[in-house]
């Protein structure tokens, strides 16, 4: 039996891994022993717990309760805790997804230990330095022994920085193996949807009609934290709310609401709370964020994940960065980026009111990404077990 501890910490991750342990338990039970970690990174009910609930992910076996700190104390906390938990299960594989603390913390820590690391969303790249999270994913391809892109752009950025798909096993970290796979997320789109309509009332419970509403979500650290950049991004949304008498849907990252009325101007928040078209709600569910993804009209966000949930629901995205690592969905014509540029979000809006996406290319795998990285790392590490 193929040990492996799977590493997460944030909301997307919990979905990321949901893929990933429905495999196991279907196809590779008799094979692979998956041991959850959860770092405590989002540790509030509505941004953790009801995802493993919803999304059958098996409770975690650890959880380390790290909680919201500073990046290098959180960073510490939870590297400090999966040495512990490292070497009491002695695994032969540390499974991460994509870029957060807990991923740089557990992709470090399983190196040190000589533990292989397997990167799910390799390749991903921003080409912004500053932000936290390209430098995680960084120094997680760097120290892992697998890495799986979801898609070719990711593939092509790991060969322009040395790697190579020409490796041969046995692979090793300076050696790795490099795989183009697909994306997990593609495959719960696939698998939830349907789920998703039975389970989820949202729609109903908030009076919204189909495609006549937006969905917004802000939650990167660069806007919230960033006075100028909160007001021009709401300052946006209440005009495209407001101009086009629209219903505006804004599901609020706690660390949003804390400094909602801090950040903005007296004149904007009073604004935005007394605009009745926009409805700020708590973060929703798995199943209700698929519905709302699903039947709004656009979405506007300055979220990874929600930029690929768009393009899988054939909605047009507002990316409220200065830039993305889904470069394709923005070649494909079916996003812009605007960073926090009021106009830019005011023009792009507009933009994508006036036009329908045509017939999106398929840019995520098919399907069974889940299926192929569990399959290579079965082949790759059962030696080992």
């Given amino acids: 039996m193929l040990k492996v501890v799977t590493v997460i910490g944030a909301r997307p991750q919990i979905i990321k891994a949901a893929a990933i342990s429905r495999c196991i338990k279907k196809s590779f039970s008799t094979m692979i022993e998956e041991i959850i970690v959860h770092t405590g990174q989002h540790y509030d009910e509505n941004m953790s717990e009801i995802f493993f609930r919803e999304m059958e992910v098996p409770s975690p076996k650890y959880n380390l309760n790290v909680g919201s700190l500073s990046q290098a104390a959180q960073t510490a906390m939870m590297m400090k805790g999966m040495e512990e938990v490292l070497l009491n299960e002695n695994p032969e594989v540390v499974l991460l997804y994509g870029d957060t603390n807990s991923t740089l913390a557990g992709s470090v820590t399983a190196a040190k230990l000589h533990i292989p690391v397997v990167h799910i969303e390799a390749g991903l790249r921003s080409f912004n330095p500053e932000m936290p999270e390209e430098i995680n994913r960084i120094i997680c391809d760097h120290v892992s022994t697998l890495l799986f892109s979801p898609t070719l752009v990711g593939i092509n950025n790991l060969l322009k920085e040395g790697y190579s798909q020409e490796n041969n096993p ?216």
């Avoid at 719960?188 to 419970?205: G, P, Q, R, V």
């Fill in 170 to 385: 046995p692979f090793k970290i300076g050696h790795p193996g490099v795989f183009h796979c697909g994306d997990v997320m593609f495959d719960n789109c696939l698998y939830f949807t349907e789920i998703a309509k039975k389970k989820s009332s949202i729609i109903d419970d908030l009076k919204l009609q189909k495609g006549k509403f937006i969905l917004v979500t802000i939650h990167r650290d660069n806007n919230t934290d960033d006075p100028e950049r909160l007001n021009r991004i709401f300052s946006a949304i209440d005009k495209i709310s407001s101009e086009n008498n629209l219903k505006t849907i804004i599901p609020l990252h706690p660390r949003t609401a804390k400094i909602l009325k801090i950040n903005l101007r007296d004149q904007l928040y009073s604004s935005i709370v007394g605009n009745t078209n926009i409805k700020i709600i708590e973060p929703v569910s798995f199943f209700d964020m698929i519905n709302l993804e699903k039947n709004s009209m656009m979405i506007l966000t300055d979220s990874g994940g929600l930029q690929k949930e768009a393009f899988f629901y054939n909605k047009p995205c507002v990316i409220m960065r200065s830039e993305t690592e889904w470069v394709e969905i923005v070649e494909s014509g079916a996003a812009i980026v605007c960073d926090a540029d009021e106009e830019k979000i005011i023009n792009a809006f507009h933009h994508f009111q006036s036009k329908e996406l045509s017939s999106l290319p398929s840019i995520f795998g098919n399907g069974k990404a889940s299926e192929f990285i569990c399959t290579e790392i079965y082949k790759n590490f059962k030696g080992n077990s």
